[in-house]
């Protein structure tokens, strides 16, 4: 079932039901709406030639969207399917602590175990969660997690041990997020949000 479907009334769970609607909120409804359309609005801005000329703007830049893109930097907007990623991530680490803390799950050693996608989901399954009818659904957030590390410390770009941990993207090179990418990733946040409503303890 795609996130977009879905309505919070399919959560039985109120602890799943309530991160659900944060996702959707806060990430999906917020900042990768603001993702898709951002360029569109900002090509709807347009600037009179007395504005252009008073601010030294050459003829080329009519509207938000020319001033953006007229520094040669890029695509700047791409920066904004990133901050969808880290945001995403975020949700789900929160998901993933309050979880541990509400249910009393004995969570990994060190810092940033919840950040450590692979060792949560091991501490899940110590706890007795079966996760095997979505593996796959599980390497879309992994894949989140590796990519959120890169955004936020390497600007997005493929490096080693990106490449180890995720076997894909070009070293050297930025990995594309789009809206495709966002939405596998935030598809598989929901579908795990959806597994585990089934199997957390009822409440007490």
């Not at 001033?67 to 969808?84: A, K, T």
Request: proline letters at 1%.
């Amino acid at each position: 079932m795609k996130g977009l479907e879905m309505q919070p009334s399919d959560f039985k769970h109120p602890h799943t039901r309530w991160h659900y609607v944060t996702v959707l909120e806060r990430t999906n409804n917020l900042i990768f709406m603001h993702a898709i359309t951002a360029k569109e609005n900002d090509k709807s801005i347009i600037f009179s030639e007395e504005a252009t000329r008073q601010l030294k703007w050459g003829n080329g830049i009519k509207t938000m969207f020319d001033y953006r893109m007229s520094f040669g930097i890029g695509d700047v907007y791409e920066r904004i399917f990133q901050l969808c990623v880290i945001s995403l991530c975020s949700d789900i680490e929160l998901f993933f602590k309050k979880t541990f803390e509400r249910f009393e799950y004995e969570k990994g050693s060190g810092r940033g175990f919840y950040q450590r996608f692979d060792d949560v989901i091991k501490a899940l399954k110590a706890a007795g969660h079966d996760f095997s009818l979505i593996e796959e659904r599980l390497s879309k957030v992994n894949l989140a997690f590796q990519v959120r590390h890169i955004c936020i410390h390497n600007y997005g770009i493929v490096d080693d041990d990106f490449q180890k941990k995720t076997n894909t993207g070009k070293l050297g090179e930025a990995y594309v997020i789009e809206q495709e990418q966002y939405r596998e990733m935030y598809d598989a946040y929901v579908a795990l949000l959806l597994h585990l409503d089934n199997q957390l303890p009822s409440e007490k």
